[in-house]
T-cell receptor, first 110, second 113 residues
Framework: AQRVTQPEKLLSVFKGAPVELKCNYSYSGSPELFWYVQYSRQRLQLLLR??SRESIKGFTADLNKGETSFHLKKPFAQEEDSAMYYC????????????FGQGTTLQVKP | KAGVTQTPRYLIKTRGQQVTLSCSPISGHRSVSWYQQTPGQGLQFLFE???????NKGNFPGRFSGRQFSNSRSEMNVSTLELGDSALYLC????????????FGPGTRLTVT
């Protein structure tokens, strides 16, 4: 079964501290993995996807197929990073279907 | 470019009634996906339409249906509403058949009483 697990509902860090939002997935084929973010009173939007291997707003994520993980990392958290983060999976052939994790609220304290 | 729009933004219905929600994708986008968001279940995929054809369907009962028009606008319909259908319904559009980036609308908040 396709599943995305985000074990932490809430992650609270101080400004300047490193951040790691965990994401594990279950999929039998070759998935596409994404991180979506929702800032307060804004729409859900794409933060990054593993296929592009880019860094957005200082965030990076590496797909580890052995551990079936796609953790989101940032070396120094900023207050404006406070938001809800969703890890999502799209299986090959299921191009318009995203399977989302439950989400992690990141709270960056001053 | 205007973003994805959804109408209405808020809706209150009674159990047993039916409801139709509308989604207008970004101009030029041909794929529209629908999701249900609830506190308990999170974001769950309902269905996806591409060029007026349903391409994917999630695990929802047949009371949930949708369609897409030739201008890519999409509607979803829920018949015989139940209390558990209360949720935020999000639609997302994507430019091509390879929907690597989905652009989400603001959602329609449906309350069933």
């Amino acid at each position: 079964a396709q599943r995305v697990t985000q074990p932490e509902k809430l992650l609270s860090v101080f400004k300047g501290a490193p951040v790691e939002l965990k994401c594990n997935y279950s999929y039998s084929g070759s998935p596409e993995l994404f991180w979506y973010v929702q800032y307060s009173r804004q729409r859900l939007q794409l933060l990054l996807r593993h296929i592009s291997r880019e860094s957005i707003k200082g965030f990076t994520a590496d797909l580890n197929k052995g551990e079936t993980s796609f953790h989101l990392k940032k070396p120094f958290a900023q207050e404006e990073d406070s938001a809800m983060y969703y890890c999502a999976l799209s299986g090959s052939g299921n191009t318009g279907k995203l399977i989302f994790g439950q989400g992690t609220t990141l709270q960056v304290k001053p | 470019k205007a973003g994805v729009t959804q109408t209405p933004r808020y809706l209150i219905k009674t159990r047993g009634q039916q409801v139709t929600l509308s989604c207008s994708p970004i101009s030029g986008h041909r794929s529209v996906s629908w999701y249900q968001q609830t506190p308990g279940q999170g974001l769950q995929f309902l269905f996806e339409y591409f060029s007026e054809t349903q391409r994917n369907k999630g695990n929802f009962p047949g009371r949930f249906s949708g369609r897409q028009f030739s201008n890519s606008r999409s509607e979803m319909n829920v018949s015989t509403l139940e209390l558990g259908d209360s949720a935020l319904y999000l639609c997302a559009s994507s430019q091509s058949s390879v929907a690597y980036e989905q652009y989400f609308g603001p959602g329609t908040r449906l309350t069933v009483t």
